[in-house]
């Protein structure tokens, strides 16, 4: 499965447009991660605990997309985003999506 953020791929023809796909997960903050987070404010520095929250959201994300892509027949994803968004206080959404398509 080729994934890309552009609108076609290099040396590719693009044979079929399958529309919208999509991937999303909610994660809510770790107590022991907000603690480590007040203390950074601190001192500054980058806040490691929610670097990998992002990371493992962005994974799950486009795992779930790529899952839904494969599922219709897709060998690549094109034109991929990303976008967040807070559900509550104390918990965001990652969301990514994209173009499905078959390329030769």
Not at 10 to 19: D, E, F, M, Q, W
Not at 58 to 84: D, K, L, P, Y
């Amino acid at each position: 499965m080729t994934l890309t953020n552009i609108e076609t791929i290099p040396g590719k023809t693009i044979v079929s447009h399958l529309g919208l796909v999509q991937g999303n997960t909610v994660r809510a903050k770790h107590v022991g991660r907000d603690f480590m987070a007040g203390l950074k404010n601190l001192v500054g520095g980058e806040l490691v605990g929610y670097t990998e929250l992002l990371q493992e959201s962005r994974e799950q994300a486009v795992e779930r997309m790529t899952e839904q892509a494969i599922a219709i027949g897709a060998n690549a994803v094109i034109n991929v985003r990303f976008s967040t968004s807070s559900v509550t206080s104390g918990a965001a959404e990652l969301f990514a999506y994209g173009t499905a398509v078959v390329v030769e």
